[in-house]
């Protein structure tokens, strides 16, 4: 696990700046278990395949789709199917995140409350003991100090009243700068976006899906950088998506699935995932990093590619979506910011 220590809010007052390079991996949507399927051994098989890249960031961070522990009642009534799916594992794998090298979680989003409130007080509780980081409630911001001593806020947003509201100009702009205040680096997640197959580009305007107002993504990742969010990382699609550079700081709009055990789609754009490491210089500015691009087999584990069919993807749909403000990749999966035109 990379992180040192979570910090105390108390503690931050005076602290040194920032004085050297992060880096932050991210990975997308991830469940360890549910009805639909149990991994073995904790789902330790789930996430031994990026295990190696998780943990040689400093931080390393997903998007957990689920509940961990028993408690609550299902979303779905007991029965998931339809447009309801519900999700729940074992609290003994929260374990395998830090096992993993995840450092911290985001739980804004539509999963996170699928056994109610006392499925979402267990997960919490699970990701504690396990020494996991999370982060997405209202209000909510938690910060991590890498082993260098470099402070990084991470808060998320999505469209449900368990999290920060994404389409809430004043909370974006409120979270973002109380999360400045308390650490020298802020990343900001989210989960939004319509969902599908064919949900690869990033659209101007509102998004929505099964009747939801899942945001205006652009928007609000360029009011997050513009509050002060030195990145920002998202999901909710379930595919993968291109990369803008605002300001000379990274947005990632979907990194589509990590991880699920027979219960994520797979096949055609579904199966092309990859884990983002991202490296910010002290003031927040994109100064590097790769991109492991990943297939999901039909259970939904993720294997190397070495036909690199993510990478090449997401560059197709930087270019396309942001012109020359796309992240563009070399073909050994390096983000190359010195390609993108005014930095």
């Known amino acids: ?37 149990r991994p073995p051994d904790r789902g330790w098989p789930q ?12 931080l390393a961070a997903v998007n957990y789709e689920g509940t961990f522990a028993p408690g609550g009642g299902s979303k779905c009534g007991g029965s998931s199917g339809g447009n309801c799916f519900a999700f729940q594992a074992p609290a003994a794998n929260a374990a395998t995140l830090s096992r993993a090298g995840v450092d ?12 109610g409130p006392a499925g979402y007080r267990g997960t919490r509780a699970a990701l504690e003991r396990a020494g996991v980081g999370a982060t997405g409630a209202p209000g909510e911001v938690r910060v991590l100090r890498t082993a260098g001593g470099v402070r990084v806020a991470f808060v998320g947003f999505s469209s449900y009243s368990w999290s920060a509201a994404i389409n ?20 900001a997640f989210f989960h939004g976006g319509a969902e599908g197959s064919d949900r690869l580009h990033v ?34 699609p379930h595919v993968l998506r291109g990369m803008e550079l605002y300001k000379r700081r990274l947005i990632a709009y979907s990194l589509g699935n990590l991880s699920g055990w027979r219960n994520f789609g797979t096949g055609g754009t579904l199966s092309y995932s990859a884990v983002l490491t991202l490296e910010l210089s002290p003031g927040g500015r994109l100064a590097g990093g790769r991109v492991t691009s990943l297939l999901l087999d039909r259970i ?3 294997h190397r590619d070495p036909a690199k069919g993510a990478e090449r993807l997401m560059r197709r749909l930087s270019r396309s ?14 983000l190359r910011p010195g390609l993108v035109a005014g930095l």
């Open 321 to 334: 979506d942001f012109g020359n403000a796309g992240v563009w990749f070399t073909l050994v999966g390096r």
């Open 300 to 302: 939904g584990v993720p």
């Open 203 to 236: 659209p101007h305007g509102h998004e929505h899906a099964f009747g939801e107002d899942r945001g205006n993504l652009r928007r609000f990742a360029h009011r997050a950088i513009d509050a002060g969010a030195d990145a920002v990382l998202g999901s909710g």
């Open 168 to 187: 809430d100009d004043r909370q974006v702009d409120a979270l973002v700068r109380e999360a400045g205040r308390r650490a020298d680096l802020v990343v």
């Open 47 to 58: 996430l031994a395949p990026v295990a190696g890249v998780l943990g040689s960031a400093d």
């Open 104 to 115: 911290v979680v985001n739980l804004a989003n539509n999963h996170a409350f699928d056994f």
């Open 1 to 37: 696990m990379a992180v040192a220590a979570l910090v105390a809010t108390a503690a931050l007052a005076g602290a040194a700046p920032a004085a050297a390079n992060v880096t932050i991996a991210w990975g997308g949507d991830l469940t360890l278990g549910s009805s639909y399927g």
